[in-house]
């Protein structure tokens, strides 16, 4: 007889309409409390914000009177631009060596160990020398070629080539041409 109560109809009506009640209730409850927390995030991350917004604001102003100060070093800027013409104008220009160092790394073939570069500039003409061992001497003759393709460079041709006989040791002079990047002065 489990299941059968002894109970009238209509207090069975009004106890679950009081059950469906306190579950409203506690769904409301809990409604509230997450709405509530939401609206205490929320809060937090206007106030974060606002902080973020304020401190690049404050930035933005210290940048901005920092650059009205570089309103004042314009002068120094052109004093210093005309010394420069100046100089290099007194000095004259001299070929980028360190510009030139580089294409004769990236000309250097396999087979070829370079062990010494010597470049002479002095104004108007210049001379480049590679001293080097090769294991061929067609090896030696590749990095002639590729040292001819060189802006820089003009004539270069080997001033002497010692077979050994593992490797051959070698001498390649080049002129420097005036038609290579400047720079303002010989390091």
Known sequence: MNGVSL????????????????QYIEIAAISSVVIFVMLILTSIAIII???????LEKTNQ????????????KPILNEINTSVSQVSSAIGSYPDMLWLMSELARAVPD????????????????????????ASHSAVSAFIDNMANIEGLSEPK??????????????????????????????
């Open 158 to 187: 080997c001033s002497y080539s010692k077979p050994s006989l593992l490797l051959s040791e070698f001498e390649i002079i080049a002129n420097i041409k005036n038609n290579i990047p400047q720079q303002l002065s010989p390091e």
């Open 7 to 22: 109970l009238p109809l209509e207090y069975k009506l009004v106890q679950s309409k009081k059950e469906k009640q306190k």
């Open 62 to 73: 210290s940048i901005i009177k920092q650059s009205a100060a570089l309103g004042d070093y």
């Open 49 to 55: 914000s606002s902080n973020i917004i304020n401190s």
């Open 111 to 134: 087979g070829v160990s370079v062990a010494d570069i010597a470049i002479k500039y002095d104004g108007n003409a210049g001379t480049c020398t590679v001293y080097g061992k090769a």
